[in-house]
């Protein structure tokens, strides 16, 4: 009798640290996502480095040597973030046509755009 008891109870003690471990591993998760949040660091940022999962202290040295600017253009190629690509995309397009408000420049000496035969999304 002695012996299912000592059992139930170590079952119950190892249920508890399992429990314990995961729930502290979420918090600290959440607890890193917060603090690049809260610095000011671009959501992509903040996923790229959630996503290498290193020690904090050289997570924040890494940005502030390479820059947030290089951390996003190396991020976002391998997330799914392709709204940001396509939103940048078209910023540079209408940048380079002389607009910025998106309306496009109509074509010059009666040739069609190049952007008349493609299909937006």
Do not use: C
């Not at 119950?12 to 890193?32: D, H, Y």
């Not at 690049?36 to 959501?43: D, F, I, K, T, V």
């Amino acid at each position: 009798m002695l012996f299912w008891i000592s059992l139930a109870i170590g079952l119950v003690l190892a249920l508890m640290t399992a429990g314990l471990v995961l729930s502290m591993s979420r918090a600290e998760r959440r607890a890193r996502r917060n603090l690049y949040r809260s610095l000011g660091l671009a959501e992509t940022t903040v996923e790229f480095l959630m996503e290498r999962n290193r020690d904090v202290l050289t997570e924040l040295t890494y940005v502030r040597r390479e820059g947030e600017a290089k951390i996003r253009r190396e991020a976002l190629p391998r997330g799914a973030n392709i709204s940001a690509l396509r939103a940048s995309a078209q910023l540079e397009r209408n940048l380079g046509q002389g607009s910025i408000l998106g309306d496009e420049a109509p074509p010059a000496s009666g040739m069609s755009s190049a952007t008349d035969g493609q299909t937006r999304h």
